[in-house]
């Protein structure tokens, strides 16, 4: 047999991409063909990239983009659906998923640097809770929000995490007990996304954001997520307390000295991100 009778198979598909915009990262989905699912090994490469990019000292913030008409549509379910011959039903291999998911979603939240969704198509159930767990979100025109699970006998309890974070509680019980499509200017009334752009303008629009974060010194930005999201966690009390603490540590920054000290002397501040 010839060498042009030969199977060869197909290279495999990547998860993602990366892109750098000085110090700006761009991290994409690149499953379309599957709607970007949070898949087992899309979970696995989000994590991997986004453990890479923290220890990077270049990146400021991360733009995270998807190519295709959806975002993310959420859990493979047909990764799901064929567990449940597995003598526990696939209890284990569930239980399993959904702590990786919860893992990855932590990772955003406790990321160094912000990240800002850049939403094109649809994000539903997990796909929903990728764009909640975000510190930021813009929405092409076009962009629809949706937690279906209920529709499908399937609640959607971990994505109820983040977007109840994110939106008030009635609006997250609507979105959830309903399982209806929320149009992007309804998820920025709502406060899931900080703004609507035109559709197909999401990306631009995300790295104009992460451009002006990434001008900013990075000890404030870093210093300031973390604070903001372990206060929010807090009684009032504590959460001054440990804000006051953190502020004070902010204070002693080289890079807060410099800010300050060039407001008053009217000039461009020279950070030194230290």
């Not at 220890?55 to 959806?70: H, M, N």
Request: charged residues 20%; hydrophobic residues 45%.
């Amino acid at each position: 047999m010839t060498e042009a009778h030969l199977a060869h198979p197909a290279a495999p598909e990547p998860f993602t991409r990366m892109d750098r915009h000085g110090g700006v990262a761009v991290l994409t989905l690149t499953r379309p063909s599957s709607r970007n699912s949070l898949s087992e090994g899309m979970m696995s490469a989000l994590t991997d990239c986004l453990d890479g990019l923290a220890t990077d000292p270049e990146v400021r913030a991360i733009v995270l983009a998807a190519e295709g008409p959806a975002f993310s549509a959420g859990h493979d379910l047909k990764e799901i659906q064929a567990r449940r011959t597995d003598p526990d039903r696939g209890r284990a291999y569930f239980e399993g998923v959904l702590k990786r998911c919860a893992s990855l979603m932590l990772r955003i939240v406790r990321q160094p640097q912000p990240l800002i969704a850049a939403v094109e198509g649809m994000a539903t159930a997990a796909g929903c809770q990728l764009v909640a767990s975000c510190d930021l979100a813009v929405a092409g025109a076009g962009a629809r929000f949706c937690t279906p699970g209920v529709n499908i006998g399937l609640f959607c309890h971990t994505p109820m995490v983040a977007l109840s974070r994110s939106v008030a509680r009635k609006h997250a019980m609507e979105m959830l007990l309903l399982g209806e499509w929320v149009p992007a200017e309804e998820a920025h009334r709502l406060g899931l996304v900080n703004r609507v752009v035109a559709s197909g303008q999401a990306l631009e629009a995300a790295l104009g954001l992460a451009g002006q974060i990434a001008a900013k010194s990075r000890v404030p930005v870093k210093l300031g997520k973390a604070a903001f999201y372990a206060q929010a966690e807090m009684g009032l009390d504590d959460a001054y307390d440990y804000a006051s603490q953190v502020m004070a540590e902010n204070m002693l920054a080289r890079d807060a000295d410099e800010g300050i000290s060039a407001m008053i002397g009217k000039r461009p501040p020279h950070w030194e991100d230290r």
